[in-house]
């Protein structure tokens, strides 16, 4: 069984070292392709879009919410399994659910996905306004007058 295992490692480092070049070329490749580079600024914007909203619910949601259920601060909620006690003179902490920041962390969730469907639904509208642009008026046709004048002018070409 040891030896299946030496095999298949010297076999991977061959085919590793064999296509060294080929594989640092087509990696180069894949990073720089449009695609990954405008994943990694959603990845970065979205980060920052992220701690937007936790300082939104955290410091502006939420302390008025609490003052309005008798000022509870929904991070310190949580369910006490095992309190705190003292074992050979070392203070062991308590064990505890927290349930307010799941609150919290929950509440900046929704928030989040809330803007996100809103950002969406504002692109799909725009997308369809896009779509849905009438066709060009065609030509109005031309009166009668028109019509008449025309066939004298192509009649007096002619002579």
Known sequence: MNNRYKNLNLHIIKIFNS??????????????????????IGVIIGSAFGKIVSSLVADVIMPPLGLLISGINFTDLKLVL????????????A???????????????????????????????????????????????????EILLTEIRDILKEK
């Open 19 to 40: 296509n060294k070049m080929g594989l640092w070329k087509e990696f180069k490749e894949f990073a720089m392709r449009g695609s990954v580079i405008d994943l990694a």
């Open 82 to 93: 095992k309190p705190a006690e003292v074992v050979n003179g070392i203070q062991a902490p």
């Open 95 to 145: 064990v505890t659910m927290n349930y307010g920041n799941f609150l919290q962390v929950t509440f900046d969730f929704l928030i989040v996905a809330f803007v996100i469907f809103l950002l969406i639904k504002g692109i799909n509208t725009l997308m369809r306004k896009k779509e849905e642009k009438p066709a060009p008026a065609a030509e109005p046709q031309p009166s009668k007058e």
